[in-house]
């Protein structure tokens, strides 16, 4: 909403321009920052001026330096390539207040005892998810569960390790060849996430999972849920079942969703 009758370059578009100035200043010899008006012009596009304002305060609180190009523009969020005080790569996940799907989004909120009372307005249930991304992460991680690392988190907007060579993401499960080792640990990631961490992935899929220099990296943690969540059993049974399907089709199947069901709930 208007904060004033202004418009134009005096009013809230040039305040919004001066934003996105600041936000794209940074060394100029990024690949991204050579395409400056078309990046620049994606910026002015997709964010709104709160999320600007979000940005320059993680940016001043020194949780982000500069933001550079977009790796991945989803309907409901974009990820983008950032850079820290120390120059180092992160990874900048950005919600959409304007297209988000509430409805969906309320079943893994609702029921989910650690944010109590459920937000009234859609932007409050933005930064609810992104809160709560950002506090799965944490739980993964300390339960052991190799997720990016959480930087960092402020009104709709995520930081986190970058996984991949910035500009470029690590390439998923889904753009992999899969091997046994791949197979060994979704199912074990599965198990501690639920046995350690208390949570179900509710998400969990071949595209939600990096593998990167000999590693895999589960992400995508938004939806993930407290055991006690009263859907949880059936958001694992759909965890458990996709990933042996897609395994299946990629010729790996030693068992079925039924008998490691059975197993991961032990
Ligand atoms: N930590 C990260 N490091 C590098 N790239 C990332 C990171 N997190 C996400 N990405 C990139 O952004 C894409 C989308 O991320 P994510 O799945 O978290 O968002 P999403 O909006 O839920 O997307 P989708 O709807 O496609 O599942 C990933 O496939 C990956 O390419
Ligand atoms: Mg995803």
Redesign the pocket.
């Known amino acids: 909403m208007a904060e004033s009758g202004e418009s134009g370059e005096s009013g809230e578009s040039g305040e919004s321009r001066k934003l996105q100035e600041r936000l794209l200043r940074s060394d100029r010899d990024n690949r991204y920052l050579r395409k400056d008006s078309d990046e620049r012009k994606v910026i002015e596009d997709v964010f709104d001026r709160s999320t600007l304002l979000a940005l320059e305060d993680l940016i001043s609180r020194g949780s982000l330096h500069a933001l550079h190009g977009v790796?991945?523009t989803?309907k409901?969020?974009r990820?983008y390539y950032g850079v820290d005080a120390g120059g180092g790569p992160v990874?900048v996940?950005i919600f959409l207040v304007s297209t988000m799907d509430f409805r969906k989004r309320m079943a893994y909120i609702a029921g989910d005892r650690r944010f109590g009372k459920l937000p009234s307005g859609s932007r409050e249930t933005v930064f609810l998810w992104t809160r709560k991304e950002f506090r799965n992460l944490q739980t993964a991680r300390d339960a052991g569960v190799r997720v990016?690392g959480p930087i960092a988190f402020h009104k709709n907007i995520l930081v986190?390790?970058?996984?991949?060579a910035p500009p470029e993401?690590?390439p998923?499960l889904a753009e992999s060849e899969v091997d046994q080792g791949d197979y060994d640990w979704t199912f074990e990631t599965l198990r501690r996430l639920r046995r350690d961490a208390g949570l179900v992935h509710a998400d969990f899929s071949e595209?939600?999972a990096f593998k990167w220099n000999g590693q895999r990296v589960l992400?995508?943690l938004?939806s993930a849920v407290l055991l006690s969540h009263p859907q949880a059993e059936e958001f694992f049974k759909r965890d458990v079942t996709n990933m042996v399907r897609f395994f299946r089709k990629r010729g790996l199947m030693p068992r079925d969703a039924d008998s490691w069901m059975a197993e991961l709930v032990k």
Request: glycine share 14%; no cysteine; net charge negative.
């Open positions: 790796v991945r989803g409901e969020a990820v990874a996940k990016p986190m390790e970058y996984i991949g993401p690590a998923t595209f939600n992400f995508d938004g």
